[in-house]
């Protein structure tokens, strides 16, 4: 009852820590963090029997906690409406073992903006206590007498004002950034409209409030539970929010709660690493319920590696694992078993391929400050060292391709046909590092022009100086090449750059660095005949010589690219070389 009127049907589980417990273990919940409903703030009344009210449900929330074998935590209440008395009761609380603040989304006529809660959120987080805004006393009641609207439509809306309110008083640029702050009921309205808020902040400066940055800056400073009941709610919630930032709220046990705690991220399409983290990584660490090691802790004997904190960097989270593994999508179905090997292998590829366009801009970069200052070495021994590690990289690729060949053919026939036109023919990364050493064919660029992105970067490096124009216009400035004449045929081009080669090395004194650099190039070209060779014979083994996925005729057509070279004047002047 609130006052005379009746209010809620409530049942055991509010008050029964057992009955609490079986209904955790039937949703498959670990921990629960219980706070008083909100309408017991008593944010109306004389701040002493708020406190009274505060003190009261906040002991006895401890006291249902103590009976919870562990899997119970608690939010306390304070009276708000006093921001000292709410100060010190969050304090006696926070000693006293609760994790956080339940607060309501306004203090009469006072939103979150208000001085007097910003002090008393900027004391949370001096705390370090975590807090809940739960929406109450809702607006409008007179407009929304029945129907429930004041839940349906009343709570959103209020959730909304509450964070605008925060965002554009610029609360948050003055609050600390280790302020823990959530809002319930997947923020209400707020991510929904978050496109009109940015709208008008950029385009009507009476909206644009006191804080210093647009909107949607602040999406990091606080987070929302999933209470949101529908499943395109749920993912544009994350989509919104970031998958960091979105956490289970159930509103157990109440009419308008989940009915299975945690289906609706259960059953989502997210994938399984979001889903962990809604489950229970981000409100870990919104928490702190992990409690990291203490000082020594295990460690006596300096063999126990620490154990992250919640919210630190890991491994894991470092190198992004779960994503990493969450992309292997075979199309088989029922899967294949060597598909997974298939995807795995390419994907490796193009994981070093991407390195070795990495590694070969920095050379590129390097050459060309050698170019600009020849008296200096430092860069030419750079480049020379950024080339061994291209030739390792691709020594290893020329390797990979026995892995693969572990697949009977009869197994790739099993699935081929799901790859359709797709074939490696189309790789991009493969294709930028042609072009990017100096093997440019502007044909090649109409395969991608379905893929945008790609053609766009395929077109800047068909139009940027490559690595073998920067390595010939670097023995230029060094006055080891004459720029070429007017009128010059590319015939003779050619030869006075191998003749600015051979010279070179027959002055191996004065000119080792510049060698070193020529032996990398010329391994680097050697090896990437290799790989095609080692491609051609795999395809032979797998396919015979059956035409490509891609429609080339298979293997008779990439014997032809075997006499491509990157650098074939290194290779000239290993002829003009005399005894
Ligand atoms: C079952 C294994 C494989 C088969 C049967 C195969 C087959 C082929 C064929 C037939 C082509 C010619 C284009 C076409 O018509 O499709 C091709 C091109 C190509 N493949 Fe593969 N391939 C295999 C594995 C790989 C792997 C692991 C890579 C690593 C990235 C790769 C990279 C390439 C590249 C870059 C080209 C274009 C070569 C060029 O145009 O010079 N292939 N492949």
């Given at each position: 009852m609130v006052g005379d009127r009746f209010f809620r049907h409530i049942d055991s589980a509010c008050w029964d820590p057992d009955v609490r417990l079986r209904e955790m273990d039937r949703d498959g919940i670990d921990v629960q963090v219980i706070s008083a409903t909100p309408v017991l703030f008593a944010y109306e009344r004389l701040v002493e029997h708020a406190l009274d009210c505060a003190q009261l449900f906040n002991d006895a929330a401890l006291e249902l906690c103590s009976r919870g074998k562990g899997r119970l935590k608690s939010f306390c209440q304070v009276p708000l409406q006093d921001v000292d008395a709410a100060c010190k009761e969050l304090t006696r609380c926070m000693k006293a073992g609760h994790l956080g603040v339940q607060i309501g989304n306004h203090v009469d006529n006072r939103n979150l903006d208000d001085p007097g809660v910003v002090t008393f959120l900027q004391h949370c987080a001096d705390e370090n206590a975590a807090v809940l805004v739960h929406p109450w006393d809702m607006f409008g009641h007179e407009r929304m007498p029945k129907y429930m609207m004041p839940w349906t439509v009343g709570m959103p809306a209020e959730t909304q004002l509450s964070v605008v309110a925060l965002i554009l008083s610029g609360a948050f640029d003055r609050l600390p950034s280790a302020l823990r702050i959530c809002f319930a009921h997947g923020g209400g309205s707020f991510a929904f409209l978050l496109g009109r808020l940015e709208n008008a902040w950029h385009h009507h400066p009476v909206a644009h409030g006191d804080c210093q940055h647009p909107p949607s800056y602040y999406l990091n400073r606080f987070c929302t539970d999933s209470a949101v009941f529908d499943q395109r709610t749920l993912q544009f919630l994350v989509a919104t929010m970031?998958?960091?930032r979105v956490m289970l709220g159930s509103d157990y046990p109440f009419p308008l709660g989940e009915e299975r705690v945690g289906s609706l991220i259960r059953q989502s399409n997210l994938p399984q690493h979001t889903k962990v983290k809604l489950l229970s990584g981000n409100a870990a660490r919104f928490l702190k319920?992990?409690?990291?090691?203490?000082?020594g802790e295990g460690r006596e004997s300096g063999t126990a590696p620490l154990a992250p904190e919640p919210g630190q960097r890991t491994y894991s989270s470092y190198l992004k694992v779960p994503e990493l593994l969450d992309l292997q999508q075979p199309q088989s179905s029922p899967p294949h078993h060597d598909e997974l090997l298939f995807i795995l292998v390419h994907q490796t590829y193009e994981l070093w391929f991407k390195e070795l366009l990495h590694d070969l801009d920095a050379v590129v970069a390097n050459l060309r400050k050698a170019g600009a200052a020849p008296e200096s070495h430092d860069k030419v021994y750079e480049a020379a060292r950024l080339l061994r590690r291209c030739t390792e990289i691709t020594r290893v690729l020329v390797e990979q391709f026995t892995i693969l060949e572990t697949m009977l053919p009869t197994h790739f026939l099993a699935f081929r046909g799901l790859l359709e036109p797709a074939s490696g023919f189309q790789s991009e990364q493969f294709r930028e590092i042609e072009f990017l050493c100096?093997?440019?064919?502007?044909?090649?660029?109409r395969y991608h022009r379905p893929t945008p992105e790609a053609y766009a970067s395929l077109k800047r490096r068909l139009e940027e100086p490559s690595l073998h124009d920067v390595f010939f216009v670097a023995l230029q400035s060094m006055g080891m090449l004459a720029p070429a004449a007017d009128g010059t045929t590319e015939r003779e081009r050619f030869e006075a750059r191998a003749q600015a080669v051979h010279a070179l090395y027959k002055d191996e004194h004065h000119h080792r660095d510049w060698i070193d650099v020529c032996e990398r190039l010329t391994e680097f070209d050697e090896l990437v005949v290799s790989w095609r060779l080692r491609h051609i014979q795999l395809v032979e083994r797998i396919i015979g010589i059956r035409m490509g996925?891609?429609?080339?005729?298979?293997a008779s057509y990439l014997k032809l690219t075997l006499d491509k070279k990157f650098f074939p004047e290194l290779w000239e002047a290993r002829t003009l070389l005399t005894e």
């Open positions: 970031g998958t960091d319920l992990e409690a990291g090691p203490q000082p100096g093997l440019k064919d502007e044909k090649m660029l996925t891609g429609g080339s005729a298979g």
